[in-house]
């Protein structure tokens, strides 16, 4: 059982985001929600998280900035971080990749996009 | 140079429909219909009650993307996104709205960075009251298109401009052309 921390500014997509998870056929333990990057940070000192579902645009500590955070910083070197933005193009979902992204969803999306993405850490 | 670039109203109205209608049936489960995609002034096409949500847009080409609706509306569209029922606007709503401006002036912006060079977006601001008036401090010309959900009507508007005599690295995120409220 993945506890899982979602990460997005917006209280809606956190929602949506619980909702999706909750009815997805996938054994999910507790799910955290984090504001921001920084929140997210303390979340993870907190919580044995296994898996980061985090946006991109947030103020304070954005999602790429957290992810290159975690990339560099143990023990979250090989905690899977899968980014869920309205940040489109090639070269935004290229840098994701390129800093350690586990995967890429973009806004808007269908809980079938998120079930299929997250299948591979279960 | 990408800050050369030159994008007619018609590609930004084709990336404004196709970016709306796509967060409406992924995400809210409801149809629309675009309308009319005439060329107003920002004052001209905003609504004097309401729901008005401006995002920021800044790079080689900078401005503001806007979504304008009755507060009755943003109920409605909250409810699908949240697939809870809202008969009142509250916190909740307000966030939900500003959500979904984000994803359809983001997508706008991702079909347009093609030609235009790629853009910064600024977190959502969202107003709601009666007897506002929303406009541009610049003379500009904003691209509305209007869309049509059962009897209420929603105006989805961008105004982009290139970004003169900056460095798009030197531009801060945020509203490049302020928007004055008049309450």
């Known amino acids: 059982m993945l506890d899982i921390l979602i990460v997005d500014d917006s209280a809606a997509i956190r929602k949506i985001l619980q909702r999706v998870l909750r009815q997805a056929e996938i054994p999910i333990g507790n799910i955290y929600e984090a504001g921001d990057g920084k929140e997210a940070l303390e979340t993870l000192q907190r919580q044995q998280i296994g898996l980061v579902l985090s946006d991109i645009n947030m103020p304070n500590m954005n999602g790429l900035e957290l992810l290159s955070h975690l990339k560099a910083t143990d023990p979250w070197k090989e905690l899977p971080v899968v980014m869920v933005s309205t940040e489109g193009s090639q070269a935004k979902v290229l840098e994701a990749v390129q800093l350690g992204a586990a995967g890429y969803v973009r806004k808007p999306f269908n809980a079938e996009q998120i079930k299929e993405k997250l299948a591979q850490f279960f | ?183």
């Not at chain 2, 009755?70 to 509250?90: K, Q, Y």
């Not at chain 2, 909740?92 to 401006?101: F, R």
């Not at chain 2, 929303?134 to 982009?160: D, H, K, N």
């Open chain 2, 1 to 183: 140079m990408e800050n050369r670039s030159q994008i007619s109203r018609e590609e930004v109205i084709g990336a404004i429909k196709a970016s709306t209608e796509e967060v409406f049936s992924t995400m809210l489960g409801l149809e629309i219909e675009a309308g009319e995609t005439p060329v107003e002034m920002a004052v001209a096409a905003s609504p004097t009650s309401g729901l008005v949500t401006l995002i920021g847009l800044a790079g080689p080409w900078s401005g503001t993307g806007s979504v304008a609706c009755t507060g009755a509306f943003a109920c409605t569209m909250a409810s699908h996104l949240l697939a809870s029922p809202f008969e009142n606007v509250n916190e909740e709503v307000l966030d939900a709205i500003g959500e979904i401006t984000n994803m359809i002036i983001g997508n706008v912006k991702t079909a347009l960075e093609e030609k235009l060079g790629e853009m910064g977006l600024s977190t959502p601001t969202v107003i709601f009251g009666r007897n506002f008036q929303t406009r541009s401090a610049r003379i500009q010309e904003w691209t509305v298109v209007p869309f049509r959900c059962g009897e209420e009507t929603m105006y989805v508007q961008v105004c982009l401009a290139p970004t003169a005599g900056e460095s798009p690295r030197a531009v801060r995120l945020g509203f490049q052309i302020p928007q004055i409220l008049a309450i």
